[in-house]
């Protein structure tokens, strides 16, 4: 059987869509000054992870991500919004302290990506060569609830986090103007 001739570079251009999807989706959900930007962002960002968790032959967590991330979170988000006050706060303008902790995070992220380059250029990398299950949705349940309870556990969480957070947006509530006011008729 042949292969067709261009995959490789089709793959590779997939690739390099998705790791472009979760880099300009994380840049939209961390400088938009609108929430509801910030969640089209995280959104945006959690489809490039969850096809870079796919490229990683792991399709399973490719489908928790958008089944969690983009499913609960950004729909619990969404609704938050929809709950909360419809006017927003006047942006305040920046001053020399945000400045100072925008650099610091910038080199402290950049120090992490440098640090986590080296570290995946000089670790060989070998496909696993043996299969820890048939796929079954009882080897599924085994594994979720031996081998990776853990991160089932703090999957829980991050919802927890999520629909508290959403609660916070919305506390306040929409409130009537006086001339608004449903009349009896």
């Known amino acids: 059987m042949t292969e067709f001739p261009a995959a490789p570079i089709i793959l ?18 961390a400088l938009s000054a609108r929430v509801i930007r910030g969640v089209c962002g995280l959104a945006m960002s959690s489809i490039g992870l969850a096809g870079l968790y796919y490229f990683l032959n792991s399709p399973f967590l490719a489908l928790m991500e958008i089944l969690i991330y983009i499913g609960a979170v950004c729909v619990t988000m969404v ?3 929809m709950l909360a006050e419809p006017e927003e706060t006047p942006v305040q303008p920046t001053g020399e302290s945000s400045r100072w902790w925008g650099g610091v995070a910038v080199v402290a992220s950049l120090a992490l990506f440098g640090g986590l380059a080296v570290l995946g250029i000089r ?11 048939e796929g079954s949705v009882h080897d599924l349940g085994v594994s979720l ?13 991050v919802l927890f986090v999520a629909i ?19 009349t009896n008729s």
Request: proline share 6%.
């Open 123 to 133: 670790q060989e990398w070998t496909p696993p060569v043996t299969r820890v299950s």
């Open 12 to 29: 590779f251009g997939i690739f390099l869509v998705f790791i472009a999807t979760a880099v300009v989706g994380a840049l939209i959900a």
């Open 145 to 157: 609830l031996t081998t990776y309870s853990m991160a089932f556990e703090l999957i829980s969480l």
């Open 164 to 182: 508290i957070g959403a609660l916070v947006i919305a506390r306040p509530g929409r409130h009537l103007d006086s001339e608004a006011k449903p």
């Open 79 to 81: 609704f938050a919004i």
